[in-house]
């Protein structure tokens, strides 16, 4: 079941939707504006939407450190995001976890994480609560190829193998886990293969494009609601930005990441929009134009809304 | 608008940066995200992009320059932009520049504090021992209900302990200055000019309405209502701690040297049938408020009775004299020599004062402080009066306590708050005037051509004025406040008032408006007119 | 000679390095990139990839293997680039490391040295600001070492390397950039050694790691009020230099404690626990512990200022007890 124009339009709308948000982050946090760290999204759109735009109410997405696009691809408000990450008391968490822990529950995004690897376990855990309570939801676990090497991933799999459960582990291979690119932290190109080892389905597509994502995913998911158990899809993709701002990327060469910025998954889709007539430039230009608008309102938004009050700082510790 | 290019944060721990160079120069266009400057941390250099589209109009920091991170480094001109409106961003990103660069100041200010208070111990009922009180107490075989504590909630803390130790061996310590050098040049003079001390008397008027307020509290809590605390006895208690902020104050002096005691002793001068004794009340500073009740209660009861023990009355290093409960206002005590200062304690009487723009009825207290203008210069004297004012007039902290809400301090002129109220007061008035001066009113009546009785066509100012002419008669201040604040309060001019005190000349009030001009003019100005 | 907390770390790593050929350096991006804070800049291009390697993100795998290299022999450098990601290796540390030669009824050594780093004011949230020393003073078999300064930071983990336990050498993030004076040349601080910062008769304020700092400050606020406090810095939890605390406390009978771990079951606990039983006739007032809340680090920043103990705080707690 391909998209048809309005969800591929939507697609697109989300993929700009994160670029600028993020581009305006990046602009905010150089300028002194925002506190703490964060780590972009820029480049890895195609990922996060091509997944999230399979997804239904009752199912879940487990993020990472680098989380903003999985919120935005599921749906989040990109107001109460950006007010989240100004640490503002009308932020998803009321200022109290910021970028490294976006979290909208409600619209089962279980948190973006400070732990590399740690949400491959919840999401089988997510995806196990949906198949004890059967009702037809799966999860998702977004997570990066430096991740891969964590013993979370490994016992993730074979836990979500063994109990078939409905769980979709996506490797985001942007090839690098902060300095340490991928050739140095694993012998194996491709870690689909890692599937394998645990008797699942695993496989690899470009992450670039967000056609290519969408399909691999739609097909994951439908075996995960058959009962069929958990797949890995590898994305191959790359992070344009930093690992995190402020890093001045002496691990990588500037020819590298121009060579990436051609394969721009957001201009590749408009790209293929247009021959393939879905879409005319000037829809394309008015949908840029509304991102602007949304990311400059959410921005506002966030300047606008006051600081939590230090009495914030013991609550929610516990459930009353 | 003019963008303003703030010095980036790069990297988790930079705080400050240098500049190694800037890749376009002013005048150029630059994109959003196309390099800008390049900037070394402290540990690679960066080139960092510039957040906004435009044309860089100014570098306000140069290559070479170490920065902060977040301050202005350019201003990038928006299109149509016009040169004014750039050069007023520029100098106000210089400004923020400049003030970020030379910061620190401001933290400076911020810590400078007040003198702290530490709350006087009022009651040390149940006490508190800390384990090293105890112990150096068990060591030393003293038993610790004795002793008073000063530490937080009346705790008996080690120092307690000590100087109670010192008292039991009557050590007085002290120190000995030698009055050479100046001191010497002025004590001749000094004594040259009078036998023996040289006296000199300041006097201070203190607002004890917040002391009033503070002793009411205090004895509330006393449930058992066995303690009642005079004000000498608070007078005692803040006399002893401003003693310990001005040594020289509680000092003691022979001709040619002065004694600088370690401990402050008060004495509380006592009225007896037949002349007067002062005992002392040792170590005052580390008694509390409950204590010191005891010890003057007991002291003058002894002197009555002609019990005083020879200590009692020896090794003062001040006195109080209260003449006020025998209603002297303010007076020029004597020093109690060897002592170098007294403080004299006058009577407390009500008087309005303007508090937060607001009338209210205060309560005031003369103190007098004589002293020694041998030993103590009169800065000396009238800053140790200041502090001991100071600390009078705003007690709360050094009993923890909150001012209670009151009421009746508001004065309403005319002895109420309603039109009818104020009526029925001035007819009151008027009438117990008729009683004792019926010519005075007649007087009035004839001056206002008979409007004072009659109600219905004289108008409510009418009526105030009228009323501020016989309170400067009768010489009450206190009327001649409320009324005249009254007055204006009603739209009087300041002529109209003056005009009004005159009145009172006619009938015989000279004596009156001389005594009460400086008040008239006073209320009026402070009251808002000129 | 002036040096940054940073650079004092790079040196005694250094030093020791060229001193002794088994020590190795292990961990995420401590290589070419010079460690997420930049702390082993420069070492992988003095010493090579053999001696300084970059891992993958799998701690589990350095610290275990850390652990066996150790008692096969060599001295491992390992680095946890925040200390809260201490909790996917723990069992490597606390059920091997710490206990191994207990087990093994003292027949083998495990000189590992686990550098991490702690600490709020970054607005780095929950999982990147931790403060978790307490749980590794915890633990019977493991050292544990806090600098607050340049020059302990170097001759703390000099001692640390040198050490043939294992040991946790904590630092702070915030202390990074701070500069102070450090000694020329090689030496070494005893582990288990407290340090005066600064002398006082009246109040003595056990600090640690950026704490030692703010009471500092909150020293020479109330120096101009009369208040000399005394500040003790311990330096190393285990040991922990028990005989400097007990004199200080003894000369001046007030004690306030301040870490910026949680208050609850803090490293303040324990401190005071010792004072209440060996030096309880010592004390003039209660013990005053000043920490964090019992709460996880907030990200917004006025949370977190207000959730690290701040030098107002302290002022408070020291002048509670007069
Ligand atoms: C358990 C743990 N170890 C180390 C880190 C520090 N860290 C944060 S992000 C990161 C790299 C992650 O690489 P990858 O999984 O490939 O994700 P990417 O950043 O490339 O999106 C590391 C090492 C962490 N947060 N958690
Ligand atoms: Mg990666």
Redesign the interface.
């Known amino acids: 079941m391909a998209p048809n124009k309005e969800e591929m339009l939507d697609m697109y709308r989300k993929m700009l939707l994160i670029r600028e948000f993020e581009e305006t982050v990046a602009n905010l946090f150089s300028q002194g504006q925002i506190p703490g760290f964060v780590h972009l999204y820029v480049g890895e759109e195609a990922v996060a939407v091509g997944v999230c735009s399979n997804l239904g109410d009752k199912d879940y997405i487990a993020s990472t450190h680098r989380g903003h696009g999985h919120g935005i691809a599921r749906g989040a408000s990109v107001e109460k995001m950006m007010a989240e990450i100004f640490g503002k008391i009308d932020g998803y968490c009321k200022g109290k976890g910021g970028s490294m822990h976006i979290a909208a529950v409600e619209l089962g995004f279980l948190g973006a994480n400070g732990i590399v690897g740690a949400g491959l376990p919840l999401a089988a855990g997510a995806a196990f609560a949906n198949k004890y309570l059967k009702n037809g939801g799966v999860a998702v676990c977004f997570f990066g190829d430096g991740a891969s090497n964590r013993a979370t991933f490994h016992e993730a799999l074979n836990l979500a193998s063994i109990w078939k459960l409905p769980v979709i582990f996506v490797c985001e291979n942007n090839m690098y886990g902060i300095s340490m690119s991928q050739e140095r932290h694993q012998n194996i190109n491709d870690i689909a293969d890692r599937a394998v080892a645990y008797g699942i389905p695993g496989v690899s597509v470009d992450g670039n494009d967000v056609m290519a994502v969408y399909e691999a995913a739609a097909e994951a998911i439908k075996r995960a609601r058959a009962g069929e158990g958990p797949t890995l899809i590898e994305c191959k993709t790359y992070r344009f930005r930093g690992h995190f701002e402020g890093d001045a990327c002496v691990y990588r060469s500037e020819e590298e990441v121009n060579e990436w910025k051609k394969k721009c998954p957001i201009q590749r889709f408009g790209t293929s929009l247009l021959e393939m007539n879905i879409a005319s430039r000037e829809e394309l230009d008015a949908i840029s134009a509304e991102v602007k608008e949304q990311i400059k309102n959410a921005v506002e938004f966030a300047r606008k809304s006051p600081y939590p009050d230090v009495s914030e700082l013991t609550t929610d510790v516990y459930c009353d | 608008m003019a963008n303003i290019v703030l010095m980036p944060k790069l990297g988790l721990t930079m705080k400050k940066g240098r500049i190694t160079g800037w890749l376009k120069n002013e005048g150029d266009r630059v994109e959003q995200g196309e390099p800008l400057l390049e900037v070394m941390t402290e540990k690679v250099n960066v080139r960092v992009e510039s957040p906004f589209t435009g044309v860089l109009y100014k570098i306000l920091c140069p290559a070479g320059s170490t920065l902060p991170v977040s301050v202005p480094v350019a201003v990038i001109a928006d299109e149509g932009d016009d040169e004014a409106s750039l050069e007023a961003a520029v100098s106000e990103a210089l400004a923020a520049l400049q003030e970020a660069l030379a910061g620190g100041g401001k933290e400076e200010e911020r810590k400078k504090e007040a003198r702290p208070v530490k709350p006087f111990v009022v009651f040390a009922g149940e006490r508190k021992v800390s384990p090293r009180a105890a112990r150096l107490a068990r060591k030393e075989g003293v038993d610790i209900g004795l002793i008073s504590g000063s530490g937080p909630g009346g705790r008996v803390v080690e120092e307690d302990v000590r100087n109670y130790l010192e008292q039991l061996k009557g050590g007085q310590s002290y120190q000995v200055l030698p009055i050479d050098g100046m001191r010497a040049v002025i004590a001749e003079r000094m004594s040259a000019s009078r036998k023996q001390a040289a006296h000199v008397t300041i006097m201070e008027e203190v607002d004890v309405t917040a002391l009033r307020d503070v002793r009411e509290q205090l004895n509330a809590q006393d449930s058992s209502g066995r303690i009642k605390f005079s004000y000498t006895d608070l007078l005692v208690k803040f006399t002893a701690e401003a003693l310990t902020e001005f040594p020289m104050v509680n000092s003691r002096s022979s001709e040619n040297e002065i004694f600088l005691p370690g401990s402050v002793n008060i004495g509380v001068a006592v009225a007896l049938e037949n002349g007067l004794v002062v005992p002392n009340i040792k170590n005052a500073h580390q008694l509390s408020l409950e204590q010191i009740s005891t010890k003057v209660k007991d002291l003058a009861t002894r002197a009555r009775n002609n019990e005083l023990d020879p200590e009692d009355v020896e090794n003062g290093t001040f006195t109080i004299s209260n003449l006020g409960m025998f209603g002297a206002e303010g007076f020029t005590p004597i020093i109690n020599r060897p002592e170098t200062a007294i403080l004299g304690v006058g009577t407390i009487r009500t008087k309005p004062a303007l508090v937060d723009g607001r009338l209210e009825k205060r309560y005031f207290m003369t103190l007098s402080l004589s002293f020694d203008h041998r030993i103590i210069d009169g800065s000396l004297a009238a800053e140790f009066l200041s502090r001991l004012k100071e600390m009078l007039e705003d007690p709360y902290p050094w009993f923890g306590l909150q001012p209670q809400k009151n009421e009746d301090l508001l004065i309403s002129a005319g002895g109420g708050k309603s039109p009818r109220q104020i009526r029925r007061a001035y007819k009151d008035g008027i009438n117990r005037l008729m009683e004792t001066a019926p010519d005075v009113v007649m007087g009035f009546s004839a001056l206002t051509e008979g409007i004072f009785f009659d109600d219905g066509a004289v108008s409510r100012l009418n009526k105030e004025l009228i009323a501020v002419a016989l309170s400067v008669y009768i010489k009450c201040e206190y009327c001649i406040t409320a009324h005249i604040y009254k007055a204006m309060e009603l739209g009087a001019t300041p002529e109209q008032i003056l005009e009004a005190a005159n009145v009172a000349v006619f009938f015989g009030g000279g004596a009156a408006l001389a005594y009460t001009a400086t008040l008239v003019q006073d209320c009026i100005e402070a009251f808002g007119g000129n | 000679m002036e040096m940054?907390y940073?650079q004092a770390i790079n040196a005694a790593l250094r030093e020791e390095m060229k001193r002794d050929d088994t020590v190795y350096i292990l961990g995420?991006?401590v290589?070419?990139?010079?460690g997420?804070?930049?702390v082993t800049?420069g070492l992988i291009q003095e010493f090579g990839p053999e001696r300084v390697l970059?891992t993958?993100?799998?701690?589990?795998a350095i610290v275990g293997s850390a652990v066996g290299a150790a008692a096969a022999g060599l001295r491992p450098v390992a680095e946890i680039m925040f200390m809260?990601?201490m909790?996917?290796c723990m069992d490597e540390f606390f059920n091997q490391a710490a206990k191994m030669r207990y087990m093994f009824g003292g027949k083998v050594k495990v000189p590992l040295t686990l550098r991490t780093v702690c600490g709020a004011g970054?607005?780095?949230?929950?999982?990147?600001s931790q403060s978790l020393e307490a749980w590794f003073t915890h633990m019977p078999g493991v050292k544990v070492v806090m600098p607050s300064t340049p020059a302990d930071a170097k001759g703390l983990l000099v001692s640390s390397i040198r050490d043939d336990n294992p040991v946790i050498f904590i630092e702070h993030?915030?202390l990074?950039?701070v500069t102070g004076e450090v000694p020329e040349g090689e030496y070494t601080i005893p582990l288990g050694k407290a340090d005066i910062k600064r002398e006082g008769r009246d109040v003595t304020v056990v600090a640690t790691s950026l704490m030692v700092h703010r009471a500092l400050v909150a020293a020479e606020?109330l120096a101009g009020?009369g208040i000399e406090v005394e500040v003790v810095d311990p330096r190393t939890l285990v040991p922990f230099d028990k005989e400097t605390l007990l004199q200080s406390v003894e000369k001046t009978?007030r004690l306030v404690i301040v870490h910026e771990a949680v208050k609850n079951s803090g490293f303040g606990a324990e401190i005071a626990a010792i004072v209440a039983e060996e030096g309880?006739?010592?004390?003039?007032?209660p013990v005053k512990r000043v920490a964090a809340?019992?709460?996880?680090v907030?990200?917004?920043?006025?949370?977190?200022a207000?959730?690290v103990p701040s030098e107002e705080k302290i002022i408070e707690a020291i002048?509670?007890?007069?």
């Open positions: 940054t940073s995420e991006d290589g070419i990139f010079g997420c804070f930049g800049a970059d993958p993100i799998s701690e589990t809260d990601f909790t996917v970054l607005g780095a949230a929950a999982q990147h993030k915030m990074y950039g606020t009020e009978g309880f006739d010592f004390l003039d007032a809340p019992f709460a996880p907030p990200f917004s920043p006025p949370l977190e207000a959730y002048k509670s007890l007069f």
